[in-house]
């Protein structure tokens, strides 16, 4: 038995049985997935935002589409979708080349200050990427 919750598309009341969407809006996006693959059958060389425009399914949920592997872009060559993080337009993944760089160099540094502060704690110090024994 499911409990009740908010759909996170609508907000609406509705029973959970495990997709947090009520269904209505499942089948509003089913209806919304149709458009969009009949009109990629016709249209094979459109980018994403004429698609949107033309079967007026936002930009997120032709890229949940894509990323769900409803629609693919295999052999739709103009079709990409918004990096996640900064809007550039991509074919796989979450992030852009540069975005997933930055967001792995921010990884990095906060591994090596958790070790450089574990270090310390340890009574030694850390330097320039090296550990060193106090003396």
Same mark, same amino acid.
Not at 26 to 47: G, S
Not at 72 to 87: D, K, Q, T, V
């Given at each position: 038995m499911g409990n009740l919750a908010n759909c996170r598309r609508c907000g609406k009341l509705f029973v959970n049985v495990g997709? &947090?969407?009520?269904?209505?809006?499942?089948?509003?996006?089913e209806e919304e997935y149709t458009r969009c693959a009949e009109y990629l059958r016709e249209n094979k060389l459109v980018n994403i !935002?004429?698609?949107?425009?033309?079967t007026e399914v936002p930009v997120k949920q032709i890229s949940q589409f894509i990323r769900e592997g409803r629609i693919s872009i295999?052999? &739709?060559?103009n079709l990409a979708y918004p990096c996640e993080a900064c809007g550039t337009l991509i074919r796989e993944g979450r992030l852009c080349n540069k975005c997933s760089e930055r967001l792995n160099k921010g990884i990095?540094?906060?591994l090596e200050e958790k070790i450089a502060e574990e270090d310390v704690q340890k009574g030694? !110090? !850390?330097q320039l990427g090296n550990k060193k024994d106090k003396k």
């Amino acid at each position: 038995m499911g409990n009740l919750a908010n759909c996170r598309r609508c907000g609406k009341l509705f029973v959970n049985v495990g997709k &947090n969407i009520c269904p209505t809006c499942v089948q509003d996006i089913e209806e919304e997935y149709t458009r969009c693959a009949e009109y990629l059958r016709e249209n094979k060389l459109v980018n994403i !935002y004429d698609l949107s425009d033309e079967t007026e399914v936002p930009v997120k949920q032709i890229s949940q589409f894509i990323r769900e592997g409803r629609i693919s872009i295999a052999g &739709n060559p103009n079709l990409a979708y918004p990096c996640e993080a900064c809007g550039t337009l991509i074919r796989e993944g979450r992030l852009c080349n540069k975005c997933s760089e930055r967001l792995n160099k921010g990884i990095k540094q906060v591994l090596e200050e958790k070790i450089a502060e574990e270090d310390v704690q340890k009574g030694g !110090y !850390y330097q320039l990427g090296n550990k060193k024994d106090k003396k």
